[in-house]
């Protein structure tokens, strides 16, 4: 048996480049007692993947150079030699970047068999996305109604769902996101109050006539620029919850903090940084919570699935461009 894998051969410097990866086929043994042989199904693309790559300061230890790219992924158990996974369930698990892969069944999880919904839904609206834009906003930033909550990279996965949570709790919600389709779509579809395009137009002055009274929740997905803006109009008290800073992932070297960090002091307020990872015993919590939304008809949410293994890393790269439309996936095998 053999699998594709893309190996981490260098560390890329600013955006990824040709050779920082490489895909081989690899054998792979038969699995050992408490092992099981998946097939990979869908490959989650997640910005944290370049981090990974990079061997900053970080939450999980950096991907070795030589080994399989980490990524999350759903998949069907092909072969089991443990008691409790069989042949033909639905697993979701750090499977990495690979067609097949083996893993110990204790660190995949079954797919939970109470919601009838597509498989993609494992690993956007109910996977690690959901449940970062439930607990972000509601653990950390704790809008009340009424509040003014922006949403950066709101039309991404975790900012889409941010943003229709936050209207679920009755604020009143802007959108920072990249193109006029994507505002269209904010607006239109997803019925936030306002959308701004940070490419076309200005970003503060837009902030400053559409949030009179002040920022109450910066849901913050990008930093940067992004940030800067936000924070000249924050509202007293407060809540950035800082859940990424893709603008600064490919960046060579560490950027210097905001300008307008004094605007923090100035209005009281209180940036607190999340990883999903910490809120893993109470992910059935959310889950239930944003199944009965979407059951409701009052969640969408949207995949972009680009087919091929190969095409992985043209995949990671679309987040950094915004040419992804929700969450990006890529698809490895067929699914049963
Ligand atoms: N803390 C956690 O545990 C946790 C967990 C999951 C995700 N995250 C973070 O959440 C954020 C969103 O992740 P996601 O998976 O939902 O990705 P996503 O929003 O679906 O895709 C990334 C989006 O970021 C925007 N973007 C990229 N570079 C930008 C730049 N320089 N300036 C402005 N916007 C830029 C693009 O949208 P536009 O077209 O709108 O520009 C792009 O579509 C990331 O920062 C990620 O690291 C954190």
């Known amino acids: 048996m053999k699998a594709l894998q893309w190996i981490l051969r260098q560390r890329p410097k600013g955006a990824m480049a040709p050779g920082d990866l ?11 007692t408490g ?22 300061e970080q939450y999980l230890p950096p991907v070795e150079i030589g080994d399989v790219m980490r990524g999350i992924t759903l998949g069907v158990v092909e072969e089991s030699n443990d008691p409790v996974l069989k042949e033909g369930d639905l697993v979701t698990g750090l499977g990495g970047w690979a067609s097949h892969f083996l893993a110990p069944a204790g660190l995949l999880a079954r797919i939970p068999a109470e919601y009838d919904l597509p498989l993609t839904a494992y690993l956007s609206v109910l996977g690690g996305t959901g449940v970062t834009a439930y607990f972000g906003l509601l653990d950390i930033g704790r809008p009340k109604a009424g509040e003014t909550v922006v949403v950066s990279a709101a039309a991404g996965a975790v900012g889409s769902l941010v943003c229709q949570i936050a209207k679920l709790k ?19 579809t997803l019925g936030i109050d306002a959308a701004i395009n940070h490419r076309t137009e200005d970003l503060d002055a837009r902030l400053g006539a559409l949030c009179p009274d002040g920022i109450d929740v910066d849901f913050e997905n990008v930093g940067g620029p992004v940030l800067e803006a936000v924070l000249g109009h924050l509202a007293l008290k407060a809540r950035i919850v800082l859940c990424g800073l893709i603008s600064g992932y490919n960046a060579e070297a560490p950027e210097p903090g905001p300008v307008r960090l004094p605007m923090i002091l100035m209005r009281r307020a209180r940036m607190e940084g999340f990883i999903i990872l910490d809120y893993a015993a109470r992910f059935p919590e959310a889950r239930k919570e944003m199944a009965a939304w979407i059951v409701d008809g009052h969640l969408h949410w949207r995949v972009d699935v680009m087919d091929g293994l190969e095409n992985a890393p043209a995949a990671l790269d679309r987040l950094f461009t915004g040419a992804n439309q929700g969450k990006q996936l890529v698809r490895v095998s067929a699914e049963p």
């Open 22 to 32: 490489e895909l081989v086929e690899a054998p792979l043994r038969a699995p050992h």
């Open 35 to 56: 092992e099981v042989r998946v097939r990979t199904i869908y490959l989650s693309v997640d910005p944290t993947n370049r981090i990974w790559m990079s061997d900053a």
């Open 170 to 188: 009755g604020c009143r919600v802007i959108g920072i996101t990249g193109s006029d389709e994507k505002c269209r779509w904010l607006t239109e």
